[in-house]
């Protein structure tokens, strides 16, 4: 029929292990996200495909065809750690999604005063310094990262408790 399989490594397979039952085994997950720990994962979120892939668009940049060609082929979406990090839970435990939810709170802080004062954007460039591009204000960004933080954060981490209530606040801001 002329269909060719798409072999792209891209972040859509986590879903698959952060759903509330479990359609893939713990060792078919875990290899899933070894690749995307290595090829996909940025600090402000998962590429939507590798940057050693064909296709893969660095820089979000350029006329309305050309950014609408990168769209899922390379940028960042910050909304995908939240699959990401129940991906780490299930495979490796409370403690690692914990300490991926720290990190994820310390990688994004800075960005609470960049685009919009409070909020995530949308998307970012999958290459380095990843830069925030389309909406600077994305309640699927938000709502993700609020999420994990709420569920998988320490506690007593006061950056967790800070953007926890950043984020709280720019949720109820957006009703």
């Excluded at 320490?154 to 984020?167: G, H, I, Q, T």
Aim: hydrophobic letters at 40%; a neutral charge; glycine letters at 8%.
């Amino acid at each position: 029929d002329g269909h060719v399989p798409d072999k792209s490594l891209r972040p859509n397979q986590l879903i698959a292990a952060s759903l509330p039952f479990k359609a893939i085994s713990k060792a078919q997950a875990a290899r899933m996200l070894d690749n995307v720990e290595h090829y996909l994962r940025t600090p402000m979120g998962l590429r939507t495909l590798a940057p050693d892939q064909p296709g893969y668009v660095g820089e979000l940049v350029g006329s309305q065809a050309q950014r609408d060609l990168g769209y899922h082929n390379g940028t960042v979406w910050a909304w995908l750690l939240g699959p990401y990090v129940d991906t780490v839970n299930f495979v490796r435990g409370d403690e690692a999604a914990a300490g991926e939810v720290k990190q994820i709170v310390k990688d994004f802080t800075p960005h609470l005063d960049e685009a919009c004062i409070g909020q995530i954007s949308e998307i970012f460039d999958g290459n380095a310094p990843h830069t925030p591009r389309g909406a600077p204000a994305q309640a699927w960004s938000v709502s993700e990262l609020l999420r994990v933080a709420c569920r998988y954060s320490p506690r007593n981490d006061e950056r967790s408790r800070r953007m926890k209530a950043v984020l709280q606040d720019s949720a109820g801001a957006a009703t």
